[in-house]
């Protein structure tokens, strides 16, 4: 948008900027999933007469601010424009900023409708609808055209200053970002062909697979065409969206390479042009390397990083009120001056955006949750944009961004998805907070027991199943008497709550947004999803609601998208990704040519070892035999996997015991971040060790250990998940939808994390190095077929 552009603000993000004051108030108040919401709107609306107007698009101009947003309803014959809003537990329980902020919205809505419709006055009515009984509250008040207009203009001007900025800022951006080069002499091998594909990608508004190998670069590859490709496809944000913290400091970094990071163009020496020969921005085939700087004008382009609410937390264990915590007490006052700071500023990972909270005394968490509205590339985690509640996405609806995203190590989503819909409940942690729970909530809480008591016995569950096993079934469904009385436990904790604030363990809270959590997946209860009941033992089962196909509620977050880039060194077969994360029918694919060659990976297959659970014990002797074999001829540094710490604590007691003087490390269950970051800081250049690690952990995958710090790994496994009966019910579940359910269960997910494994060991074009792969499966022809086709024919098979 150039600076002689209209400014446009939406309704809500207008009166967000200029009608919240005084304190933060998060006390408990649990609030309505967007579903319920929406059931909630529909729900008054079917309830008004015929010629009600739901969803009435309003907009209008006030010196260059054009605001506009669509009203939840008006009725003609009653002259009543209403604001709805869903809400569970009290009302008079609702903190003060909000209520300013609903009347601030419908005040607004009714300023462009009396100026669209020539009305003198209108009622105003906020309609609060209490999703748990479907009871409304409904508040109104008269308001005249001229009082109306006076408040849409005040409201205007104070937004005006910011929006001249805004509109400045973007034209900046926009600028700077068509100057945009790329920061080196030359793409790596492989990095210009992804690179190319993304900006085709932004181009045509189209979701892209890519598959790119390890060590070509991805983030700045993915990175750069897209933030080219903002000003001249109209991005309004970028999204770059990882699995686990390091690949958000690759993001951060790539970013700072590119200059967001940068200080004034004027304090810097002219930099030389690149001449890597990429096509322009002007069409899908276009130049990517425009003539200009190799740097973002400084804070043109504004960046942050998003980080959870327990990790930014300046004060834990303290609510978020004014009442509690210091930086939630007067939030809103100090929030304009901390945010034109953090704006100034323009780079804001963490530790900066910690900075500045700090120089303000406002809450660093909540500070980046509304610079989210104003910067222009977030980094964060996936669950930003693909959770139930995700916090981009809603701003992306809300102000009807063009979005650009971008997901790191896409072949994660799968798994990460399947969490984000499924919940637990445990039988146990019930019935102890049914006996330390108050007097008020024994009731509906012994509702709920008993309810857990018939279904594990019309279940036909024994205490424990099979030795040393628990009683698994799958059931049909949430039986309606468990989601009454879950639905009867939250009603009352709400309730219960909301007179006694103080009594809002961690506990109590915990089981109402599990209660919540069920309810809303069994109203979308589906072929996506299945209900399992697990027993282990008398007195505790554990209920779940557990998502199997994510692809039903992630196709509309990529429909929400202008165009989305899944990245990864793994994502082969597509149809595995396309089937099971819902992308759209025209997604591309594109595998983009490793530059890595054979000779600098042996790959060596150990036919004669099974790592199949009934083998685990005879198949110890050759592991460790190979291991040390391999480390006398080529000492060096090297990583170890195998498919559970079970297996990993027997070889390595073996290794241990037959080659003492092999120096080893080892991953350990629940190992913590700062003891992970020890383990990996031992490989040093030069040395030698053997360290032994899980398939699928921490460390067999997102590590890089470029040179001599890594040589070579083994993988005793073929990562297949267990055979369990959950599995079993997978695999049934995905061969009934897709037709592929060995695939689909067990072999695709299995060999990925093989490959990512595999992948530690070549980084660099120099890099040379060894993986040892012991499992007899590894030599059939089905398997060997689905392994990096630069690998080459693996060398060595021994039987």
Not at 70 to 76: E, S, T
Not at 124 to 136: N, Q, T
Not at 495 to 514: D, K, N, R, V
């Amino acid at each position: 948008m150039s600076e002689a552009a209209p400014r446009q603000v939406a309704v809500r993000a207008l009166c967000d900027f200029t009608a919240r004051e005084g304190d933060l108030d998060h006390r408990f108040t649990p609030a309505p999933s967007a579903r319920e919401g929406i059931v909630g709107h529909a729900l008054v609306a079917g309830r008004r007469g015929e010629g009600f107007e739901a969803e009435l698009p309003l907009s209008g101009t006030f010196e260059g601010v054009t605001v506009s947003g669509r009203a939840d309803g008006y009725d003609p014959a009653a002259n009543r424009l209403e604001e709805i809003k869903t809400h569970r537990g009290r009302l008079d329980r609702m903190a003060d900023n909000q209520r300013a902020l609903h009347w601030a919205q419908v005040s607004v809505y009714g300023a462009l409708l009396c100026a669209e419709r020539g009305l003198a006055s209108v009622t105003l009515a906020l309609v609060y609808l209490d999703v748990a009984s479907g009871r409304e509250t409904v508040l109104t008040r008269e308001a005249s055209a001229a009082e109306l207009e006076a408040f849409f203009a005040t409201q205007c001007r104070r937004f005006l200053a910011w929006a001249e900025q805004e509109a400045a800022h973007r034209a900046r951006r926009d600028a700077a970002l068509g100057a945009l080069a790329f920061p080196h002499p030359d793409f790596r091998p492989g990095q210009r062909d992804l690179a190319e594909s993304v900006y085709k990608a932004a181009s045509t508004g189209r979701c892209l697979l890519a598959q790119a190998p390890t060590g070509i670069g991805k983030t700045l590859g993915t990175l750069f065409p897209l933030l080219k490709a903002m000003p001249r496809r109209g991005l309004d944000r970028v999204a770059f969206l990882t699995m686990k913290t390091p690949g958000r400091r690759l993001a951060l970094d790539a970013l700072a390479a590119l200059g967001a990071e940068g200080s004034d163009d004027a304090e810097r020496p002219d930099a030389e042009r690149s001449d890597s020969g990429v096509p322009d921005a002007g069409s899908p085939d276009a130049d990517l390397s425009d003539a200009g700087s190799p740097y973002a004008t400084p804070r043109a382009l504004r960046v942050l990083e998003l980080t959870a609410r327990e990790k930014a937390c300046e004060y834990p264990g303290r609510a978020c009120h004014g009442e509690a915590c210091p930086l939630a007490a007067g939030f809103y006052d100090r929030l304009p001056a901390a945010r034109r700071a953090a704006v100034a500023r323009g780079f804001l990972d963490r530790a900066a955006l910690r900075a500045v909270a700090g120089e303000h005394g406002v809450c660093p968490y909540y500070l980046g949750q509304e610079l989210a509205r104003w910067c222009d590339v977030i980094v964060g985690d996936v669950n930003h944009w693909f959770d139930d509640s995700a916090l981009l996405h809603g701003l992306a609806r809300a102000n009807g961004w063009r979005t650009g995203l971008l997901v790191d190590e896409a072949h994660n989503l799968v798994e990460r998805a399947r969490g984000m819909y499924s919940a637990e409940l445990d039988q146990r942690r019930l019935a102890r907070l049914r006996r330390e729970a108050p007097g008020a909530l024994k009731g509906p809480l012994g509702r709920l027991s008993r309810q857990w008591q018939s279904l594990v016995r019309e279940a036909g569950m024994s205490e424990a199943g099979e030795p040393g096993r628990p009683a698994y079934r799958v059931l049909d469904g949430l039986p309606d008497g468990m989601a009454a009385a879950l639905s009867g436990v939250a009603s009352a904790i709400t309730e219960h709550l909301g007179e006694h604030p103080e009594q809002a363990s961690l506990a109590l809270q915990e089981l109402l947004f599990e209660a919540l959590a069920f309810t809303r997946l069994a109203e979308r209860f589906g072929d996506h999803s299945l209900c399992d009941l697990t027993r282990h033992g008398r007195g505790r089962a554990v209920l779940g609601l557990r998502n199997l196909v994510p692809a039903d509620f992630l196709a509309p977050r990529f429909a929400a998208t202008h165009a989305a880039v899944l990245f990864s060194a793994t994502l082969s077969p597509a149809h595995y990704h396309r089937d099971l994360l819902g992308l759209p029918d025209a997604t591309v694919w594109r595998e983009v040519a490793s530059p890595f060659a054979a000779e600098q990976l042996e790959v060596r297959i150990r036919a004669d070892i099974s790592t199949r659970l009934r083998d685990r014990e005879a198949s110890l002797a050759p592991i460790v035999a190979e291991l040390a074999e391999q480390f006398r001829r080529r000492p060096g540094h090297y990583l170890a996997f195998f498919s559970s710490f079970a297996y990993l604590e027997a070889a390595l007691a073996r290794l241990r015991e037959t080659h003492p003087e092999i120096p080893v490390r080892t991953q350990t269950r629940g190992m913590r971040e700062e003891a992970r970051d020890a383990f990996l800081a031992e490989f040093t250049p030069g040395g030698a060790s053997i360290g032994f690690a899980v398939l699928g952990g921490a460390f067999a995958e997102g590590i890089d250990l470029p040179g001599d710090r890594l040589v070579g790994a083994f993988i005793a496994t073929l990562g297949l998940p267990p055979a369990d009966p959950f599995n079993e019910a997978l695999k049934a579940r995905l061969a009934a939808r897709f037709g592929r359910g060995d695939d689909y269960a067990y072999h695709i997910p299995g060999l990925i994390k093989v490959v990512q494994a595999a992948g530690r060991v070549i980084r660099g074009p120099d890099d040379r190095g060894t993986v040892v792969l012991m499992d007899d499966r590894f030599a059939r022809c089905e398997v060997r077929q689905r392994l990096p086709a630069w690998w080459g024919p693996p060398c060595g098979t021994r039987r």
